[in-house]
């Protein structure tokens, strides 16, 4: 095998192939070694990445084959692609090094960004390589494993609490009723709601069926009474089981008239998606067992949703734990230490 260490410390693989040379850089020989065999055994079924693909290139062939066919959260996607497209713009993916990864996160980070919407990006350009090479576009090296995430502590969830819910419950405008009222008592993403149909909804079982989440799992969540009515009054104003359930205004509207309701009441740090922490916040803390409440959410991990919630409900531990004083109830103990054995008759039980 013809694997080189470089001057930086990398590895890289350097052969001909009919005439080409060919040559690539990774973090460690073993790397290198497991490359260069496979892109001989490439080479030599007629197969080749392409050496000349550019960041933006991968970007748009990431977004068009992967993120817009199979994932809820294209959208989010969308906007981090257009972002990195112009930041990398036609730059190849083979002189995009670790040093670059790092420039790009101290560049969002000059521009305001939190460490946790940073690190969002950071893993997107490695997902973006990751198909990139599983794809067969790219054989080398992917740079976003050489530079560590920020992984800052988690910051307080903020949820709504019963005053501040009766309050912009009798101020929000009536086509955002229905939204804010669904928020709160299922609990769902404000995409979710806003493209609910009805042949997703069943009134007399009292479930609602998501059948396409941001984790890519269909999840069935109950109907309470609150919530029962409220789709009651909309299903009799005549709704088509293909009609979306809420109305049709965009999520969009929907996201921004809320926040201006709650800026006009006072409420600080408030989105739409306050509503699904309202949810899942208040059913912990009273009570309701979190792997139900995770199920609810459509959480891809019961870990996801300790990590934001768990710390709600102290209170239910330590009610929980004197479940367990029942057990010795019906012990009867002398406890006077004269009427215990002595060290003797111990010794004799004991052997």
Known sequence: MSILQTSNGTWSYRFEFKGKPYRRRFRSRKEAERAEIQKKSDLNRGLNCDDRITFKEAVQLFFEKHSKPSKASWKDDKAKMNFLSDYFGNQKLTDISPLHIQE???????????????????????????????????????????VKLKREPNAHIRYLTRDELILVETQIPDNIYPYFIAGVHAGMRRGELCNLRWENVDLAYGDI???????????????????????????????????????DLHEDFVSHSFIKICKQLGLKNVVFHTLRHTFASQLVMNGVNIFRVSKWLGHASVVTTEKYYAHLSPDNKREEIHKLDKLSGSIKRDTNPSNKPSNSVLTEILA
Do not use: C
């Open 104 to 146: 790009m996160r101290t560049y969002l980070q000059n521009k305001g960004l939190k460490s946790s919407t940073v690190d969002r990006y950071h893993a997107f350009v490695k997902t973006v390589f990751n198909k990139m090479i599983f794809w067969r576009k790219f054989d080398g090296y992917n740079p976003s494993n050489g």
């Open 209 to 247: 069926f998501v059948e396409k989440s941001k984790s890519g799992k269909a999840r069935h969540i109950p109907i309470n009474t609150v919530l029962h009515s409220l789709l009651v009054k909309l299903f009799g104003n005549g709704k088509d089981h293909k009609q979306r359930v809420l109305g």
